[in-house]
């Protein structure tokens, strides 16, 4: 009976250490089955149990792509719809392109008659026969030279047309003695040339003319919405102002507001220097070519103060009308002469009177003025070309504006301070027990 109890001590120690060391290789099977393994910084080693070597963890994906194309694609899909926005807009402005070159011809004819119709104002007149009286003398004025152009040109399309052929005759005698060593024979056959193109572009020349009727009918509703707009905008504009400032944001509804008038006084100054330069451009390229006995000397000088509404191609375009016209009329060295006129004029113009007349507000570097010339004219033609640029010098104006406004909020309103966290007063080590600390 003695031996019982220390057998079954053995025993039971036995089981105890198998029991222990159950438990620690189960322990080390489920730690090795969930992979867990502690938190360790992003790009600190750590041991893995029972390999003997520390595998690097995994970074964050957000650190592991350069940040230099991360500023690249933050960039980019903002540019992405910036640039599908401007597609929208412009499809947009396409679809209803006659209506939004009637409304911009309305504004810069409002921006040069609404000085007149405030100086009306100020002498006592309403503001309904203020309005009235300066659109009809206006409208009246436009009328007219547009009249005296037509009847000027009908007057002398006879004799002009004969000037032509004798001037063709004289250009085909000089091309003959000439050292280019142009024989009749080609001569004939680049008129013979000429002839085929023009009869073997008969249909499409007839489905032109075809389709200028449809053109004076777009051409008669752009003139009467741009009466109607003008009329409008001279007699309610700042009502018409007012309104449009509702539908702006209320939290930039200030700037804007500000921006407005700058705007309105930028486009003002520019068409009415632009107004004054052109008459300048024709009365003085006119004289030169009246007293060179060119051929419609009148209607050329009006042709060169309406193209000089276009900047930079409108005074290339009218200038080689007027040198064309004196060339197959008058001969090589009258257009030679009319080409120095023509050029010395447009030098004086440019580096004279548009910076005196114009002023730095609505100047615009010659390089923005060719690309917005060249892009409003691929949009909407010479309509588009007309009102480039004014809308570029009003850009510039409102962009510098709401620049200097958002830099002048932020000066007068300082960035509010971050909240810090409450300090904790340090309690004395000999403070009694049960003080508050402040």
């Known amino acids: 009976m003695s031996k019982v109890p220390g057998w079954l001590g053995r025993l039971g120690a036995g089981l105890t250490e198998m029991g222990e060391r159950l438990d620690e290789r189960r322990a080390e099977a489920e730690k090795e089955d969930t992979g867990s393994v502690p938190?360790?910084?992003?790009?600190?080693?750590?041991?893995?149990?029972?390999?003997?070597?520390?595998?690097?963890?995994?970074?964050?994906?957000?650190?592991?792509v350069p940040w230099g194309v991360r500023v690249a694609a933050e960039a980019g899909w903002r540019v992405l719809v910036l640039a599908g926005t401007v597609w929208v807009l412009m499809r947009a402005i396409s679809a209803v392109q006659l209506v939004v070159l009637a409304f911009v011809a309305?504004?810069?004819?409002?921006a040069l008659m609404q000085p007149t119709v405030a100086?009306?104002?100020?002498?006592?007149?309403?503001?309904?026969?203020?309005?009235?009286?300066?659109?009809?003398?206006?409208?009246?004025?436009?009328?007219?030279?547009?009249?005296?152009?037509?009847?000027?040109?009908?007057?002398?399309?006879?004799?002009?047309?004969?000037?032509?052929?004798?001037?063709?005759?004289?250009?085909?005698?000089?091309l003959l003695h000439s050292p280019f060593h142009v024989t009749d024979k080609q001569i004939n056959q680049i008129a013979?040339?000429?002839?085929?193109?023009?009869?073997?572009?008969?249909?499409?020349?007839?489905?032109?003319?075809?389709?200028?009727?449809?053109?004076?009918?777009?051409?008669?509703?752009?003139?009467?919405?741009?009466?109607?707009s003008t009329l409008f905008l001279l007699y309610d504009g700042r009502r018409i102002w007012e309104w449009t400032l509702k539908l702006v944001p209320a939290a930039a509804r200030p700037g804007v507001a500000g921006a407005g008038p700058r705007a309105w006084r930028t486009l003002t100054a520019y068409v009415r220097g632009t107004v004054i330069v052109?008459?300048?451009?024709?009365?003085?390229?006119?004289?030169?070519?009246?007293?060179?006995?060119v051929p419609m000397a009148v209607p050329l000088a009006v042709f060169i103060f309406l193209f000089a509404f276009i900047p930079l191609v409108g005074a290339v375009v009218s200038g080689a009308l007027a040198v064309v016209v004196a060339l197959v009329t008058q001969g090589v060295f009258t257009a030679l002469m009319v080409l120095v006129v023509v050029l010395a004029v447009q030098q004086i113009e440019g580096h004279v009177l548009q910076p005196f007349i114009l002023g730095r507000a609505v100047r615009v570097h010659p390089l923005a003025v060719v690309l917005s010339v060249a892009a409003g004219g691929m949009i909407a033609g010479i309509g588009g070309a007309v009102v480039a640029v004014p809308l570029v010098a009003v850009t510039n104006t409102v962009v510098g504006y709401l620049r200097a406004y958002s830099e002048e909020r932020t000066v007068r309103l300082p960035a509010r301070p971050r909240q810090e966290p409450a300090a904790v007063e340090e309690v004395p080590a000999d403070a009694p027990a049960g003080d508050s600390a402040g």
């Open 278 to 293: 052109a008459l300048i451009d024709a009365i003085f390229i006119g004289l030169g070519i009246y007293f060179l006995n």
């Open 192 to 228: 013979k040339n000429l002839r085929d193109a023009v009869g073997a572009n008969t249909d499409q020349i007839t489905s032109a003319g075809l389709e200028g009727v449809t053109v004076v009918v777009e051409a008669l509703t752009g003139i009467l919405l741009t009466i109607f």
């Open 106 to 110: 309305a504004l810069l004819i409002t």
């Open 39 to 64: 938190e360790q910084p992003s790009g600190d080693t750590v041991p893995v149990p029972d390999r003997g070597v520390a595998a690097p963890a995994r970074p964050d994906p957000v650190q592991a």
């Open 119 to 174: 100086r009306l104002r100020r002498r006592g007149l309403p503001r309904g026969p203020a309005t009235a009286l300066t659109a009809i003398l206006g409208f009246v004025i436009m009328g007219l030279i547009g009249w005296f152009v037509t009847w000027q040109v009908m007057e002398n399309i006879d004799t002009l047309s004969s000037q032509i052929q004798d001037g063709i005759d004289e250009l085909r005698k000089w």
